[in-house]
């Protein structure tokens, strides 16, 4: 199992409500990611992170910010959530370490289920 | 344009039979490829990886092919359990990028019956 937690596992708010959905890692682990699923959908890439105050944004086009100041920590934001941003969001880690794991395995957690009512 | 594509997209097994999952990709340069296991409202967990130079990688009961030159992999699970019930994603990383990015097929959702 790896070690990697996401908070809250499910969320319910209203339109326009600004969230913050928690990502953290206790492997080390110096890459961390953002995807997007929609139910029955491929993963989607909308953030990643190589490191402390390193993010880019990924292949999805994503309304939500994040931010890497600790390298266990990678929350994303949405500012004003909308209906259109109800999706499961899947948090992901990754290392080239020595110690254990194939190349770029990502680990990934639990994920949060986001609804926008 | 990088793609994955699974097949079936869902399949239904009673438990103690065997399937075979398909997965067939373009992306290239092809760096790997993974397939990963993920139950339902939880990450994906990985099962097995292969570079270009491997061809078959075993897990337990789950056995994974792979055909470079095709560029078509296969899950095999045998002696399904209802634990199994899960969809099973293949993802293929290209090593074109920095990033090593991952390309994600849209999952096999296998159900298995008492």
């Known amino acids: 199992e790896a070690d990697i937690y996401q908070t809250p596992r499910y969320l319910v708010i209203g339109t326009g409500k600004k969230i913050t959905l928690e990502c953290s890692q206790t492997?080390?682990?110096?890459?961390m990611y953002w995807y997007q699923q929609d139910p029955g959908m491929e993963l989607h890439l909308i953030h990643y992170?190589?490191?402390?105050?390193?993010?880019e944004k990924g292949d999805l086009s994503s309304e939500s910010t994040v931010s890497r100041i600790r390298t266990e920590h990678f929350p994303l934001t949405l500012e004003s959530a909308r209906p259109s941003h109800t999706s499961q969001y899947l948090c992901?880690?990754?290392?080239?370490?020595?110690?254990?794991?194939?190349?770029?395995?990502?680990?990934f957690g639990p994920g949060t289920r986001l609804t926008v009512l | 344009k990088n793609q994955v594509e699974q097949s079936p997209q869902s399949l239904i097994i009673l438990e103690g039979k065997n399937c075979t999952l398909q997965?067939?990709?373009?992306?290239?340069?092809?760096?790997?490829l993974r397939w990963y296991k993920q139950d339902t409202g939880r990450g994906p967990v990985s099962l097995t990886i292969?570079?270009?130079?491997?061809n078959t990688k075993s897990n337990g009961r789950y056995t994974a092919t792979l055909d470079a030159d095709t560029k078509q992999s296969s899950l095999h699970i045998t002696a399904s359990q209802l634990s199994d019930s899960a969809s099973y994603i293949c993802?293929?990383?290209?090593?074109?990028?920095?990033?090593?990015?991952?390309?994600f097929g849209r999952g096999t959702q296998l159900t298995v019956w008492p």
């Open positions: 992901a880690s990754s290392s080239r370490g020595t110690s254990g794991g194939a190349p770029d395995t990502q680990y």
């Open positions: 292969m570079t270009f130079s491997e």
């Open positions: 997965c067939n990709y373009t992306v290239s340069p092809f760096s790997n």
């Open positions: 492997m080390g682990h110096d890459k």
């Open positions: 993802v293929v990383t290209d090593r074109g990028s920095t990033l090593g990015r991952l390309y």
């Open positions: 992170s190589y490191g402390v105050n390193s993010t």
